[in-house]
């Protein structure tokens, strides 16, 4: 299952994914996954999540950030939720690629492992592909 929280820059997104993301630490009876570009959030999350920095990893691009997903979910079944602070400053601003990964992804998951997203656009900037997963 998929979730988004769109924004444009400065909206609060970030504020929204961390609190999220230590909600979910006391609440979940699984592992926890938050990837990012950066570490802007690496001091702001529990240290019970397996944090992750986009840029150790030479992500560029949605390909590569599904195949780092993917292969993260296969080496570990006890994830249930993964967090991905700045998708497009991860891979990328091209929309109709985002929303591409979106769809595999969403069957790859399926309803066992929630991953949220923070996107920086405005909600009418994005294509029915992307938007279907705002929450």
């Known amino acids: 299952m998929l979730n988004l929280i769109i924004g444009k820059k400065g909206s609060g997104k ?9 909600s979910a630490v006391k609440d979940t009876n699984g592992c926890l996954v938050c990837i990012e570009k950066g570490e802007t959030l690496r001091r702001s999350i529990s240290y019970r999540v397996r944090w ?4 150790q990893f030479f992500i560029d691009n949605f390909d590569a950030f599904y195949g780092f997903v993917a292969g993260i979910l296969a080496g570990n079944y006890d994830i249930k939720e993964v967090y991905v602070d700045g998708i497009l400053k991860i891979a990328g601003a091209d929309f109709e690629a985002l929303g591409r990964m979106l769809e595999k992804l ?3 998951t399926g309803e066992e492992i929630l991953i949220t997203f923070t996107v920086s656009a405005d909600v009418s900037e994005l294509p029915s592909s992307v938007a279907k997963y705002i929450d």
């Open 106 to 108: 969403d069957k790859l």
């Open 14 to 22: 970030t504020k929204v994914i961390i609190d999220k993301i230590n």
């Open 52 to 55: 992750c920095d986009a840029d």
